[in-house]
């Protein structure tokens, strides 16, 4: 007989406070074998002085039982910024740990698997950084923090999914090139006056959604309220209700409550957006980044016990691309 989580009364289920966050998720017979990771980490985390930094993407097992601080990559590099733990793990991709080092550059880094990479970051180089400020003088450069530090070494300003307008506005010049994320770039420039000069890199999560999709979503799922990221073809985002940040996407349900709700990015995110609103129906048609996947509790355990993968970035290269992501953070 299959056991649900109701059928278990929750006193008899290691930390059960600790479960009863993640209860609709996980079933009541999965969570001992989760438990004793979950237990090891916090342990290690008093013992380290260590925080844990979680993205949106994480898995609720990681993402409701273990983290200090979950968020888009904007509240993840202000967060960083902030902390007073000797040690950061970051339970995201590689770009986030660099973010988190390139700012705490006396704290240990820790990212619990180095080939946590992402499509966007790995689609543009510093040299062609170089190339484009060659054929385009004079023009400032805002670059997505989904980078390496050397491309951003490379860049004048950085910018989020999240103030992305702002940032570009606040430049008060006419036209600027936004790299790497052609969707974002061009999803950016209908919002303002200013010209965007884009990169051809794409999201692989988030560049297979299709205008179809939302409308057969529509239509299998009458009155369906439909979110989605920014790194989505401009064509998706105009049969869309609202786009806007991991963080902007998880505010707006917040607020707004919709009934019957699909958000078109990560799948863990709406997991673990559903378990914070148990009364919304979520629909699932979601896509899994495979970077984000390689995070795991029992390597979230290894990273801690082991202090490794320990994140270094280039003296040269840090100091300026400290530049570009500090800039962005003073605007906000
Ligand atoms: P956010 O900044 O919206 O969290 O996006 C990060 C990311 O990798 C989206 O794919
Ligand atoms: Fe990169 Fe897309 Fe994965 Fe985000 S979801 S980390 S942008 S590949």
């Known amino acids: ?26 079933p009541a017979f999965e969570w001992p074998l989760l438990a004793g990771d979950i237990a090891a980490i916090l342990k290690l985390k008093k013992e380290r002085n260590a925080v844990l930094l979680a993205h949106n993407y994480q898995t609720p097992d990681i993402f409701h039982t273990v983290s200090d601080i979950v968020g888009d990559s904007l509240a993840l590099a202000r967060e960083a910024a902030r902390t007073d733990a000797e040690v950061i793990v970051l339970a995201g991709v590689h770009f986030m740990a660099e973010t988190a080092k390139l700012l705490n550059p006396q704290k240990t880094v820790l990212i619990p698997d180095l080939e946590a ?9 510093a040299a062609d950084i170089r190339l484009l400020r060659q054929r385009h003088p004079g023009v ?40 790497p994320d052609e969707y974002l770039a061009r999803n950016t420039a209908a919002q303002t006056r200013v010209e965007i000069i884009a990169w051809k890199g794409h999201c692989e999560v988030h560049e297979r959604f299709t205008p179809e999709d939302v409308r057969s979503l529509r239509e299998s799922h009458p ?39 699909v958000l078109l990015t990560e799948c863990s995110m709406s997991d673990n957006v559903a378990l914070q609103h148990p009364d919304l ?14 995070i795991t509790l029992p390597k979230i355990r290894h990273a801690l016990q082991t202090m490794t993968h320990e994140i270094t970035v280039d003296p040269a290269i840090a100091e300026r691309a400290r530049r570009a992501v500090e800039r962005m953070l003073e605007l906000g």
């Open 1 to 26: 007989m299959l056991q649900t989580a109701s059928d278990t009364p929750r006193a008899s289920v290691p930390l059960p406070e600790i479960y009863h966050r993640v209860e609709r998720h996980i």
């Open 117 to 125: 990479g992402c499509s966007l970051a790995a689609s543009i180089t």
């Open 140 to 179: 400032p450069i805002v670059t997505y923090v989904n980078t390496s530090a050397a491309v951003k070494a490379e860049s004048d300003i950085c910018c989020t999914s999240s103030n992305a307008i702002k940032i570009i506005e606040s430049l008060g010049v006419p036209r600027v090139i936004m790299l």
């Open 223 to 261: 009155g369906i309220t439909v979110l989605a990221h920014p790194e989505c073809p401009p064509e998706v985002i105009a049969e869309c209700d609202f786009t806007g940040s991991t963080a902007a996407m998880a505010d707006y349900v917040g607020k707004e409550r919709p009934a019957r709700v």
């Open 281 to 294: 129906e979520f629909v699932r048609p979601c896509n899994l980044c495979p970077h984000m996947k390689r």
